[in-house]
């Protein structure tokens, strides 16, 4: 069931943390954060992050799209089609594709498009990679999951060769770059 209001449904969380013998400050405190952290995130003050339905999935042992699903991620029950720009490999390396569409029921951003994942070797396999078309920001601003000069999927850390070199960690791959232009990814769905 879609949670058409986008808020986070805090009682489902609750009752799955509860399921598991545990109070909400001990569940916070096993994910190695703070209860206040938990709580802002379980009453819709702080948005939840990829990261964040990421760890709660696993915590819980739940399917992404559902804990996505009552984080309020789903905005409504309509579906969209999603322009799909390219499809990734093993090594981070994306490969353009024209004419391609994903139906989505997640509450994105006009801009939005996607890559596929095409990496038999992984568990996302088949996922769909989300970011903003032609919203790019300083490499310095991205330290997470991101598209780098529409050619890798990676994580940008600072590099070692000086002044605007980056460090671009892609599949099993390491590599120093310069990027030019690097989007970040709004959310992962397997």
């Known amino acids: 069931m879609k949670n058409k209001n986008n ?25 190695g954060l703070d209860p206040s952290q938990i709580s802002l995130l379980l009453s819709g003050k702080r948005k939840m992050k990829l990261t964040d339905i990421e760890m709660f999935a696993s915590a819980l042992g739940k399917p992404v799209d559902q804990v996505a699903a009552k984080s309020g991620l789903y905005a409504d029950s309509k579906s969209k089609e999603i322009v799909v720009t390219g499809w990734v490999d093993d090594n981070g390396k ?38 903003l078309k032609d919203v790019y920001k300083s490499p310095d601003e991205v330290q997470t999951l991101c598209i780098v000069d529409d050619q890798y999927v990676g994580v940008l850390k600072k590099g070692y060769s000086g002044e605007g070199s980056y460090c671009l960690l892609s599949g099993s791959n390491q590599q120093e770059i310069e990027p030019k232009k690097v989007s970040p990814v709004i959310c992962v769905i397997p």
Request: glycine fraction near 4%; proline fraction near 3%; hydrophobic fraction near 45%.
């Open 94 to 131: 994306i490969s353009k594709l024209k004419d391609v569409t994903v139906k989505t029921d997640l509450s994105l951003p006009a801009n939005a498009v996607a890559i596929q994942v095409r990496s038999p070797a992984t568990i996302l396999d088949g996922a769909y990679v989300f970011y």
């Open 7 to 31: 808020k986070v449904d805090k009682q489902w969380f609750q009752d799955k943390i509860a399921e598991r013998g545990l109070s909400q400050a001990r569940f916070a405190k096993m994910q």
